[in-house]
Antibody, heavy 121, light 106 residues
Framework: EVQLLESGGDLVQPGGSLRLSCAASGFTFSSYAMSWVRQAPGKGLEWVSGISGSGGSTNYADSVKGRFTISRDNSKNTLDLQMSSLRAEDTAVYYC??????????????WGQGTLVTVSS | DIQMTQSPSTLSASVGDRVTITCRASQSISSWLAWYQQKPGKAPKLLIYKASNLESGVPSRFSGSGSGTEFTLTISSLQPDDSATYYCQQYNSIQTFGQGTKLEIK
């Protein structure tokens, strides 16, 4: 059974930094691309960032490019999202997701339960 | 970026009704479209991928169709457990989601 467990969500001041982690189990982690998707309170879903199975290829939404960094440790089956220069509009539940890809086209097959990031002074 | 527009934004229907949600893409995405169901306080759940492929374990009353720029999610006979928000997502390029359709049971 696929399990994705996010952690690291917290209250942080504007301009601050935070690191989210996702612990994966139940599948061969290194064989799958992974994504972070967020959902602001009462709003819809927004894809944030994705990373290939090897970690050699990454992508970011324009809204976070230059501020967020996605990474993975295939030896520990963990996915991370380093967030810096945080803004109020980054406040959201952040979901870790296991991608299913056909070539470069990926959708989210499995999701974690989410971790809440609140950016406020 | 490809924009995804869902209609309607909210929908109220009765148990047993046939329900259709539409998703339009701002440019052709072939069949690279997924549908998700999200209940309050829960993570999204994959229902349909590649426009019309039913995810394993999803009830057969759910179906998807379409290609190019226009897609539909249909629930053939609405059940009380189907009360949720539904999102489409294109994955032809950098993934984008529709704004969601909230489905309520009368």
């Amino acid at each position: 059974e696929v399990q994705l467990l996010e952690s690291g969500g917290d209250l942080v001041q504007p301009g601050g930094s935070l690191r989210l982690s996702c612990a994966a189990s139940g599948f061969t982690f290194s064989s799958y691309a992974m994504s972070w998707v967020r959902q602001a309170p009462g709003k819809g879903l927004e894809w944030v960032s994705g990373i290939s199975g090897s970690g050699g290829s990454t992508n970011y939404a324009d809204s976070v490019k230059g501020r967020f960094t996605i990474s993975r440790d295939n030896s520990k089956n963990t996915l991370d999202l380093q967030m810096s220069s945080l803004r109020a509009e980054d406040t959201a539940v952040y979901y870790c997701a296991k991608d299913r890809c056909v070539s470069a086209s990926c959708y989210m097959g499995d999701w974690g339960q989410g971790t809440l990031v609140t950016v406020s002074s | 970026d490809i924009q995804m527009t869902q209609s309607p934004s909210t929908l109220s229907a009765s148990v047993g009704d046939r329900v259709t949600i539409t998703c339009r893409a701002s440019q052709s995405i072939s069949s690279w479209l997924a549908w998700y169901q999200q209940k309050p306080g829960k993570a999204p759940k994959l229902l349909i991928y590649k426009a019309s492929n039913l995810e394993s374990g999803v009830p057969s009353r759910f179906s998807g169709s379409g290609s190019g720029t226009e897609f539909t999610l249909t629930i053939s006979s609405l059940q009380p457990d189907d009360s949720a928000t539904y999102y489409c997502q294109q994955y032809n390029s950098i993934q984008t989601f529709g704004q969601g359709t909230k489905l309520e049971i009368k």
